[in-house]
């Protein structure tokens, strides 16, 4: 395979991972890899660390975050060698998303905030909103509640500043996330129902999966359990018509558990096998071992004690490949309290011991209380059915102590959340008002320049100066416009101004031309620029024929004093830029903006002068569109140009 296939290959593997087909993603990578040493690719460390990136992202995807490990190091290294900024931060983002994912998040904070100082170097507000947003998300794996709603409250920011509305809905998502840990339901359901208000507007069918999925979690929470299946078979169906599988099987172990809940066993257990086949066929190594470990949980309560173990000890072994703790510590101490069950044919004191004692060490590596309180009550209780009163009194104040703790954390935390809430309100309220006044702002800005030229000074762009080679310019001035003045009140005559004006203003939006200024009674206008189109002379052309069309039927103001146009047009190249730092000001320099200003002065009332550049630019594209004629007017001295060949235009 030569280099320039391999190209196409990277493609074809491009496509096939945004499709979520990661079991092939990891197969193509591998072999593109493979071929990639292969050939002659030395100094290509850019397509090399894009390879490492997809195959490591691909593992991710399907659970295996120790695996992929590796090569995400490896392609951080490759980055940073070639000095590519955007694949540093690509490659530090995947780096910190496999750490999260593996419960090291001292390791995920350090490489998101890497990752945050270089887009923010790069001045890529979305990639500064994504990773704000996700390092919100690790201080929610903390239970630093406070942090991780200040994260959350930057992302949302910068998203509804630069309008992306997928982002801001994600972020409303996450901010559920952290109130229904805190039990706080209610306020969830608020920011889910947010979300999803978005997701249903953007058609977002994957996004919308994954939030009618949080609202099934919190109805589920709150055993309103009818709710809660409610939402999850909403999700379901996004999701099996996205074809995400993962997700799939995700929202059907959930509507499991809600069977469990039921005690509909028979259910339970036939939704968490049909989630457990797809996590297996995809190759979703967490996602099963949380299935197995659920599975093992119903097997218990219908006192299959024996399928539990079973199903549990896999589930460990799973855990372990991929490196979630916390699920193997959890599902540890699950073994041991099954070995307590004094209903167990195997009944036994000292595995139920060894397990439990394992678990309790994990958990209190990990520091996870609540299930640390779990590990004290089975050894208590256990203690107490074999009569060993010592022993059982210890891990019971070791449990009332550490429930204690729990709790008096949880009034902690429940109250700084309190705060923080009142402190975030009070940020909202200023954001929204200074979001309000940005908005205000960007439509002054709208209005007094073309829309494309305030979207890029919007954008941050500091200096803005084009090169036109063709367009049409025209200036309009009013004759008997000083009589007039002289005869009408101050209030009549800026009326009678603006009226006129604001009809050329229509004319300009109708023919796509562009208003460029008012200079007291004369009117200036482009068509070319800042969309640069071949038919600026037809459109312009057009524009001038009604606007003559225009005057001719205004009221008259004042008898005895009529008000004509004069008009004159011309097509060349200009150079058109902002002026000005604190009012700013569009407008158009070169020999065209000269030309054009003579035709007008050179012209005569009630008429249009064009010239001989503008005839031709407009026959050329407008020569059975326009009802018009041209009426030569021969060689005539223009100041400052010379003698120049025009013509007067006319409805035909």
């Known amino acids: 395979m030569t ?23 990891v197969t193509k990578a591998k072999e593109l890899l493979g071929y990639f040493l292969a050939v002659d ?13 997809t195959l490591s992202e691909s593992l991710w995807r399907r659970g295996m975050a120790t695996e992929a490990l590796p090569h995400s190091l490896k392609a951080v290294e490759l980055a940073e060698k070639a000095n590519n900024k955007k694949l540093q931060a690509k490659g530090w983002n995947n780096l910190a998303g496999l750490y999260w994912n593996l419960s090291n998040y001292r390791n995920a904070l350090k490489y998101f905030n890497k990752t945050l100082v270089l887009v923010e170097e790069l001045e890529d507000e979305s990639a500064i909103a994504s990773v704000t947003g996700n390092i919100g998300l ?12 200040e994260y959350s409250a930057k992302s949302l920011s910068i998203d509804e500043k630069i309008g992306n509305q997928a982002g801001i809905a994600s972020t409303f998502c996450n901010i559920g996330l952290v109130y229904v840990d805190m039990a706080d339901f209610q306020t969830a359901l608020e920011y889910y129902l947010k979300s999803l208000e978005i997701d249903e507007k953007l058609e977002n069918k994957g996004s919308l999966a994954g939030t009618l999925c949080n609202i099934g979690i919190v109805y589920n929470e709150l055993a309103d359990y009818k709710n809660a299946n409610e939402y999850y078979y909403k999700a379901l169906a996004f999701a099996e018509e996205t074809d995400n599988k993962q997700f799939t099987a995700n929202i059907l172990g959930n509507i499991g558990l809600v069977y469990q809940s039921l005690s509909d066993f028979s259910f339970a257990l036939e939704y968490l096998y049909k989630s457990l086949a797809i996590n297996e066929k995809i190759g979703n190594y967490a996602g099963v071992a949380r299935d197995k470990g659920n599975i093992a949980g119903v097997c218990y309560e219908l006192s299959d004690y024996a399928r539990a173990l079973e199903y549990y000890f896999e589930s460990v072994a799973m855990s372990d490949e991929v490196g979630d703790k916390q699920s193997s510590a959890n599902n540890i101490g ?16 000292e595995k139920a011991e060894e397990f439990v004692y394992k678990a309790i060490i994990m958990n209190e590596s990990l520091g996870t209380k609540n299930n640390l309180l ?26 009332h102590e550490l429930y204690v703790e729990v ?13 923080h809430r009142r402190k975030i309100q009070e940020s909202e309220r200023d954001r929204q008002v200074k979001l309000a006044r940005f908005q205000e702002q960007e439509k002054i800005l709208h209005n007094i320049l073309p829309s494309q030229i305030a979207d890029r000074m919007i954008e941050g762009e500091k200096t803005i100066v084009d090169s036109y080679d063709s367009v049409s310019v025209l200036f309009a001035d009013i004759v008997g416009f000083t009589k007039l003045s002289q005869r009408v009140t101050p209030e009549q005559l800026v009326a009678g101004l603006d009226g006129i004006f604001n009809t050329f203003d229509l004319l300009a939006d109708k023919y796509g031309c562009e208003k460029i200024k008012t200079i007291g009674d004369c009117y ?28 001719e039927e205004l009221p008259v103001l004042v008898e005895n004093i ?8 011309h097509s060349g190249s200009v150079v058109a830029g902002i002026i000005g730092k604190n009012k700013y000001a569009y407008d158009l320099w070169g020999d065209a903006v000269n030309t054009a200003s003579r035709m007008e002065s050179h012209g005569e009332a009630g008429k249009i002068h064009v010239s001989e550049k503008f005839r031709t630019a407009l026959i050329s594209t407008a020569t059975n569109e326009l009802p018009i004629r041209f009426i030569p007017r021969g060689e005539i001295d223009i100041k400052g140009k010379g003698k120049m060949k025009t013509y007067f235009m006319e409805k035909a």
């Open 524 to 551: 200036m206008v482009v068509a070319g620029l800042p969309e640069r189109c071949d038919d600026h002379a037809k459109r312009l052309g057009a524009m001038a024929l009604e606007m003559q069309k225009a005057i």
């Open 374 to 399: 779990a590990n004290h009550k089975i050894l208590a209780t256990l203690y107490e059915q074999e009569q060993r009163w010592k022993e059982s009194q210890y891990h019971f104040k070791q449990y």
């Open 138 to 149: 690790v201080y929610w794996n903390l239970s630093d509640y406070s942090q991780a709603l």
């Open 3 to 25: 280099y320039e296939e391999l190209q196409t290959e990277v493609q074809q593997l491009e496509i096939i991972t945004q499709n979520g087909d990661f079991i092939l993603g």
């Open 562 to 569: 009529s008000i004509a146009m004069r008009i004159g047009i």
């Open 334 to 349: 699950n073994i041991g309290s099954v070995y307590a069950t004094p209903s167990f044919k195997e009944y036994n004191v």
């Open 41 to 53: 690719s030395g100094g290509k460390e850019e397509l090399h660390c894009y390879l490492l990136l």
């Open 407 to 419: 709790q008096s954390e949880g009034a902690t935390k429940q109250a700084q959340l309190m705060e």
